[in-house]
């Protein structure tokens, strides 16, 4: 094979940056949208935030055909729970079926995710379902390549009882952080809030995104970079 086509047939993978946190209400998801190829951006755009439920949503991280089957089989059998008990699943029944999953198939997937959502009986819950099929329940949980450089600012930035405005910034600072050091992760911010009126999702352009450090202002093409540089010759 010429090597420089194993990047085009690597597997897609959402080299990704998820997010969930609670708050005082409900819970706010995130992430960010770009699927890579190896090296290749496969998709730019793509909806890394996936309903089960009606109240009960599915971040997803890793491989992405992985991901997306293991939704599939967990939307078959919330729906089935709905009809035999005739009422909305809880998250804790959506969590516990996505670990089920992933743990009985541990050798064979590779994807980690985070299940958030709303139901009556307890509010907004947040669970972590990581590599293998653990399961924890979290007040906040973060996934993908990008959650290596987030750590120490949710230690910072979390606190409980916060309202839903400033649980929807935190997670997009969040993700916008992640996206300006990790490669993995680009595009655009989606967020879905999550509580007992129902569910919000929320978009935010790339270009609408705040700038840390030593990022570039976003530009139309490389000829607005190059016109804006300074035209004096380098001196060596």
């Not at 994807?111 to 590599?131: A, F, N």
């Not at 906040?140 to 959650?147: E, H, R, T, V, Y």
Request: hydrophobic content about 35%; proline content about 4%; aromatic content about 8%.
């Amino acid at each position: 094979m010429d090597p420089s086509m194993a990047d085009l047939n690597a597997p897609h993978s959402m080299g990704t940056t998820i997010i969930g946190v609670t708050y005082d209400g409900g819970v706010v998801l995130g992430a960010d949208s770009r699927t890579s190829t190896g090296m290749y951006v496969a998709n730019r755009a793509s909806d890394k935030i996936t309903q089960l439920t009606d109240n009960v949503y599915l971040c997803r991280s890793g491989s992405a055909a992985d991901s997306q089957v293991v939704a599939d089989y967990v939307r078959y059998h919330l729906h089935q729970h709905t009809i035999s008990l005739g009422q909305p699943a809880t998250v804790k029944v959506a969590a516990n079926i996505v670990r089920q999953i992933s743990y009985n198939n541990k050798n064979m997937l590779q994807t980690g995710m985070i299940v958030g959502g709303w139901d009556k009986y307890e509010g907004g819950k947040i669970y972590g379902v990581p590599l293998g099929g653990t399961i924890m329940e979290q007040p906040f949980a973060i996934g993908g390549s990008g959650s290596s450089y987030l750590y120490g600012f949710f230690d910072q930035a979390w606190k409980e009882g916060m309202t839903k405005d400033e649980a929807e910034k935190l997670v997009v600072k969040a993700v916008s952080l992640a996206i300006a050091r990790d490669g993995a992760s680009g595009g655009v911010v989606r967020t879905i809030i999550i509580n007992s009126e129902g569910v919000t999702r929320n978009f935010y352009p790339g270009d609408s995104l705040p700038l840390w450090h030593e990022e570039l202002e976003p530009q139309n093409s490389l000829l607005d970079i190059l016109s804006s540089s300074s035209s004096e010759p380098m001196v060596t």
